[in-house]
């Protein structure tokens, strides 16, 4: 036991946990760990920290658990799915813009009434060879539009990736959540409740980019913590014939096969949306702080600059470079057809740019293959400009203030049908009532609103603990969020926030598990956790199944619609 210990009782180290230093005697350096904490807990060593934190008796009912949630996700999601049978919202331009993009290999334009036309099943003369303006990358198009040849041009076709993706999406939540808190019952939990949350089941069965961004973030975000892992435990194997410990900087890893995987997922997030910029530069940073902590824990001095230069430095070919080459590659159909643009966009507001691409036409391979990327960059510029200033005055009935997406201030109606007539369609109303159909894009109110409960009790923690898993959900709460408020003077809707909901759900696993406590099986405190936490779920899950019929197009009477608008913002 080291000198801060003695008469029985721990002075608090600088971090818990980390190498702590005795005293110079006999110019010897000697490396200790506390034995405890001022709370009386035994400290582990890096070593043990580094170790996987969820380890099952039978791994295989974890995955068949694990599937079996999923599998329940993507009934919920995949049944009734050509209903409405009409274009929803942003369905419009998204859908039209697939089935051209998967055909042409560049977005064009359509004929006027070409929505009547498709949902008749006449897709004859309806696209046009001149290009449209491309306001979004191509990746979750090109999703769409992959389910599209699958199944046809109508509702199925162009909903069943965003169905699948949305599917997935509980799959990836799971494993986050479960290696993150190191149990398998409290991912488990997690991924129920994105099971039953009503704004991640509605984007699942709407042709719109979004539940692709979230997916693709998630993914991203991941794998960067299986990195966090795999790092520490190539540290702890590094330093088992050291004694625990590493001199000097410590070993160049460079070759880091999660952070690989994270490069891409990131270039396909970027490559869906462009607001996943956001959250890969603050993830970067934590990646740095992460590595360096590791680096710390092992008895590295300055570990963070060192890991800024061993670690952070190389990880730039990673989270940078790879992602960007994974963005131009996801543009190839663009590029493929530059010289459609250029000719066609000359005389417009691009004319700047275009004009000379057109008088002075390249030959060859590079040449062209430069002008081509010399006029997508060009296009960037405009669609930015397009993005941050002629939206300006625009307005829209559904637009909402990102200060209130967490509590669900603004939902977004993306379809309704009102006045149906008693007995038509199976209307049941009395009196003089009328039935009505609706979908909404209205989160869970009982996760969402704990959630966000959640994620300021996460920032508590995050600070006080000096816990590492409250930060991914206070980062990502933060930089999927936070970056709206630039943007609050046109119109931007609170669906946006599907990209925010895995971090909020994730800090409200972290909370429930909290609330289940430590304490053994069987224990009265464990009882009453269990008790609380359970009955958590139990109210979301119920909630999410009485909001259901307005996700879904269900019928329902005037007075029973009503019973679930539960505030005046929300119609």
């Known amino acids: ?59 295989v009912i974890s995955w068949a658990a694990t599937l079996g949630i999923t599998f329940i996700a993507a009934f919920l999601r995949l049944q009734d799915l050509s209903k409405p049978s009409s274009f929803l919202f942003d369905e419009t331009y998204y859908a039209k813009d697939a089935w051209s993009l998967v055909h042409k290999g560049y977005v064009s334009g359509y004929v006027e009434g070409a929505d009547t036309k498709i949902l008749a099943g006449d897709l004859h003369g309806l696209w046009t060879n001149d290009p449209s303006m491309v306001v979004h990358p191509e990746v979750g198009k090109w999703l769409i539009g992959l389910g599209e040849l699958i199944f046809g041009m109508d509702p199925s076709g162009w909903r069943f990736a965003p169905a699948i993706v949305g599917s997935l999406m509980v799959f990836v939540m799971i494993r986050l959540a479960r290696r993150v808190t190191g149990s398998t019952m409290l991912g488990l939990v997690a991924g129920l409740l994105m099971t039953f949350d009503g704004l991640q089941l509605v984007l699942s069965r709407l042709a719109l980019l979004d539940i692709f961004q979230a997916f693709f973030v998630l993914c991203a975000v991941s794998c960067l913590v299986a990195d966090r892992d795999w790092f520490r435990a190539r540290l702890a194997r590094l330093a088992a014939d050291t004694n625990g410990t590493l001199s000097g900087w410590g070993p160049r890893v460079l070759w880091r096969p999660w952070l690989l995987a994270t490069g891409v997922w990131w270039g396909l997030a970027i490559g869906t949306k462009w607001s996943s910029i956001f959250p890969l530069a603050a993830f970067g940073i934590l990646f740095w702080l992460w590595s360096s902590g590791a680096r710390r824990s092992f008895g590295i001095r300055w570990a963070w600059v060192k890991s800024a230069l061993i670690d952070a430095a190389p990880a730039l070919l990673y989270v940078v470079v790879l992602p960007l080459i994974v963005y131009v590659v996801s543009w190839t159909g663009w590029l493929m057809h530059a010289d459609v643009y250029e000719q066609h966009l000359s005389n417009t507001q691009y004319g700047p740019y275009w004009g000379s691409y057109i008088k002075t036409d ?17 296009y960037h510029h405009d669609v930015y400009t397009f993005h941050t200033h002629f939206l300006n005055d625009a307005h829209h009935v559904y637009q909402s203030n990102p200060l209130g997406w967490l509590v669900l201030n603004r939902p ?22 009328t039935c009505l159909r609706q979908v909404i894009l209205l989160g869970t109110p009982a996760l969402w609103w704990f959630a966000t409960i959640a994620f300021l009790w996460s920032a508590v923690c995050w600070i006080g603990k000096r816990d590492w898993r409250y930060g991914i959900v206070v980062v990502g709460v933060l930089v999927t969020w936070l970056p709206w408020l630039r943007y609050d003077d046109r119109p931007i809707f609170s ?35 269990a008790i609380a936490a359970g009955a958590i779920v139990v109210t979301i899950a119920v909630n999410f199944a009485w909001f259901w019929p307005i996700y879904t197009d269900g019928l329902l009477t005037e007075s029973e619609w009503m019973q679930r608008i539960w505030f005046s913002r929300w119609i």
């Open 1 to 59: 036991m080291s000198r801060s210990c003695q008469s029985g009782r721990c002075a608090r180290p600088r971090r818990v946990g980390a190498v702590a230093r005795a005293d110079v005697e006999e110019e010897t350096v000697s490396v200790t760990t506390l034995s405890r904490t001022a709370q009386g807990d035994r400290v582990p060593t890096a070593t043990e920290r580094a170790k996987p934190r969820a380890r099952d008796l039978d791994p």
């Open 362 to 378: 390249a030959h060859g391979f590079f040449p062209e293959l430069f002008q081509s990327l010399r006029s997508l960059w060009h």
């Open 412 to 433: 977004v109606g993306v379809d309704a049908q009102l006045d149906i007539a008693q007995g038509a369609q199976g209307c049941d109303a009395t009196g003089s009532e």
């Open 495 to 529: 669906y946006y926030a599907i990209v925010i909901e895995p971090f909020l759900i994730l800090g409200a696993v972290l909370l429930l598990g909290e609330i289940l406590g430590r304490a053994a099986p069987g224990t009265r405190r464990r009882r009453i956790g």
